[in-house]
């Protein structure tokens, strides 16, 4: 009698845990891409850029398609003067001083009779150099890398409110986390006390 008590005791286990499975797979899925999907997001709008020293910037315009259509977030980081040659892509202020930048490709670096360099930009799309040239204190940084569409996020959050969205992404990877170890040790538990 025993032998045949062990059995239906099992199958009575096993039929639960194969009803749900596929519904809680499919959920376990979606939620890592989510999580994921952001941490990607936030490590290449705040995090790489951060501890890299560079700055995000958003490409407006159709200037430098088609490598970077308008929304493409642009990372810009610092770059000494002299190691900026023809074919480098530069973010730099329209006047210096002012907020206004432009990324573009650099086409002619000159040397003026003080010895200061200057640079003449296109954009990739455009037919004809930028008609002023670009003082060396007028560049922000030279291109680290860019992300297509990211930029559009970025142009909508301002500093404080991507301080915010890392902050809610970092809890709820943590209440995220602490669900699935608590999830495990309930199932842990029921296992032991049914055997």
Known sequence: M????????????????????????????????????????????????????????????????????????????????????????????????????????????RSTMQGELEFQTQGDANSTPDPKWVRHEQVRGERWYSVPHLGRLNALLNGHERQLLVYTVAGGLALYAGAMFAGGARDRHRRRRSA
């Open 2 to 109: 025993s032998t045949l008590v062990a059995p239906s005791r099992h199958r009575a286990e096993a039929s639960p845990s194969t009803g749900d499975g596929p519904v809680r797979w499919i959920v376990r899925i979606v939620a890592w891409m989510l999580i994921l999907a952001a941490a990607f997001v936030l490590a290449a709008t705040v995090l790489v850029p951060r501890l890299g020293g560079a700055t995000p910037y958003t490409v407006l315009t159709g200037s430098m398609q088609p490598g970077m259509p308008p929304g493409t977030l642009v990372v810009a980081k610092p770059v000494d003067p002299t190691d900026i040659a023809i074919g480098t892509v530069v973010t730099y202020q329209l006047e210096s001083g002012k907020p206004t930048v432009v990324t573009h490709r650099v086409v002619a670096v």
